[in-house]
């Protein structure tokens, strides 16, 4: 996608942290927190899908469909 949307500001720098990579690093933590429980997967894509609604919806699935 051409239009990259922030998620938030990093500390301790302020740099912005973009959707798409809020999104892959809470869902690499979510698997491997689900997979404690046998539910990677599960995590894996609740990560992916945490912030549903925040954005656009072409954005957010053009995201998404990537990792299906």
Do not use: N, R, W
Request: proline letters at 4%; charged letters at 20%; hydrophobic letters at 40%.
């Amino acid at each position: 996608m051409d239009t990259e949307f922030i998620a938030h500001y990093c500390e301790p720098d302020k740099k912005p942290q973009s959707v798409q990579k809020h999104l892959q690093e809470v869902s690499e933590a979510a698997c491997i927190f689900a997979g404690k429980v046998g539910l990677s997967s599960i995590g894996e894509l609740g990560g992916l899908i945490h912030d549903f609604g925040k954005y656009p919806l072409i954005y957010f699935f053009s995201f998404v469909v990537q990792f299906i």
